[in-house]
């Protein structure tokens, strides 16, 4: 029995010893296959070409603050060059920094600026609950959430981007959505729906107010809230209504030539509120937008800056067709916006009503193609340009390359 006993305490010893090996091993496998963080990070963009001049009627007609190679003597224009640095340094903290190598001003064209550079820490390991710091999009209008890679017409509407110019600014902001959510918001951009990205379902935060890349001018902070609800109904369509707003003051500063301000400080209300709602292209699809406001706005009869009422919008039609291995989608899309824009000179006065007629192209991942016939009426007054009312139509073209 002793010898027996014996065996029995060799073949226990053993199996302990095969477990402890093999535990071991597992652990060794866990941290080799662990990636370390600079591994997690990925590098993507964007290039954006155009072309403004074909069937032009008037080349006094402009969109500053859509594309600068509108009307005098624009020629071939990089309106976008994208580079996106993106990755995880722990489970619960990430990065994303995008410079912009294509950025204007009056004197030159293709300056490197920085248009996101922040990081998000989650507080649970789903990410339900994260914060954002840093420069980033402000959460207010569908349109503005959406990737200018991802949009249909070449540039967002003036009536929803009039309100926060390159939609970013310095901030923090508290972004919440469940799992299930979250993961449709991705698979709306990733299956090509042209969605807003992940966003949370509600955000909360403040920013400057000065507008990105600008210092802060009056010790103020503007606060934002946006609440969505993506619904993917039992036919597969899939829906999206949201509501949002932002409140915070103003400085004129910086950007006014001998007018005459509201009090000295040049400080103005500067808020918004706006309703969005989203048919999701499956095959037809609808986009629509409209804010009302206030705002600093060029008056022309006293030749200073008003506190004004603003309002505008707009409404888009598509339809996705896939030919092949490739896509093809039908546009039209009709604006108004009735307002100032506190970010352009002297806050100038605007009032627009553009129809465009468009198609997308997207030959595979990487190439994609827009030709855009624009019907426009801008009427857009500061100290300098006096009853400055413009119509006219053009064809505008834009090749994409994504990488």
């Known amino acids: 029995m002793g010898i027996r006993y014996r065996e029995i305490g060799l073949i226990l010893i053993g199996f302990c010893c095969f477990l402890v090996t093999n535990a071991q091993d597992s652990v060794k496998t866990v941290i080799v296959n662990k990636k370390k963080w600079f591994e997690t990070f990925t590098i993507r963009g964007y290039v954006q070409t ?31 060059v994208r580079v996106i640095i993106q990755g995880n340094i722990s489970d619960r903290v990430s990065i994303y920094i ?134 993917q109904l039992s036919n597969g369509q899939i829906i999206e209504g949201s509501l949002q707003a932002y409140t915070g003051n103003y400085t004129m500063s910086d950007t006014t030539k001998g007018v005459k301000l509201i009090n000295p400080q040049a400080k103005y209300k500067d808020e918004r509120i706006a309703a969005s709602f989203v048919l999701y292209p499956q095959p037809f699809g609808i986009q629509a937008e409209y804010n009302v406001g206030t705002g600093p706005q060029y008056d022309p009869a006293t030749n200073s800056i008003q506190q004004r009422k603003l309002q505008g919008g707009y409404i888009i039609a598509n339809y996705m067709m896939k030919p092949g291995k490739m896509v093809l989608i039908p546009f039209a899309r009709y604006h108004y916006y009735e307002g100032g824009k506190k970010f352009e000179l002297d806050a100038r006065s605007y009032k627009v009503n553009e129809l465009e007629l468009g198609a997308e192209w997207q030959i595979n991942r990487n190439v994609e193609l827009v030709a855009m016939y624009v019907i426009s009426s801008r009427r857009f007054e500061d100290a300098v340009l006096r009853n400055n009312a413009q119509e006219g139509r053009l064809l505008r073209l834009q090749a994409q390359l994504n990488f």
């Open 98 to 231: 995008q410079p912009d190598f294509a950025s204007s001003t009056s004197n030159g064209l293709n300056y490197g600026q920085i248009r996101d550079a922040y990081f998000d820490l989650a507080f649970d390991e789903k990410k339900t609950w994260r914060i954002r710091v840093g420069q980033s999009k402000v959460p207010y209008g569908f349109e503005a959430m959406q990737s200018s890679s991802n949009r249909l017409p070449l540039d967002r509407s003036d009536g929803i981007n009039s309100s926060i110019v390159n939609e970013r600014d310095l901030g923090a902001f508290l972004y919440w959505a469940p799992a299930e959510k979250r993961e449709l918001l991705n698979r709306l951009t990733e299956d090509g729906l042209k969605g807003s990205g992940d966003y949370g379902v509600a955000g909360f935060g403040v920013f400057n107010g000065q507008v990105a890349n600008r210092p802060d001018q009056n010790r103020s902070v503007h606060v934002a809230g946006r609440f969505t609800w993506p619904v």
């Open 50 to 80: 155009r072309y403004n001049r074909l069937l032009e009627t008037n080349p006094n007609l402009e969109c500053d603050q859509c594309d600068r190679s509108w009307g005098g003597n624009g020629g071939f224009f990089l309106r976008r």
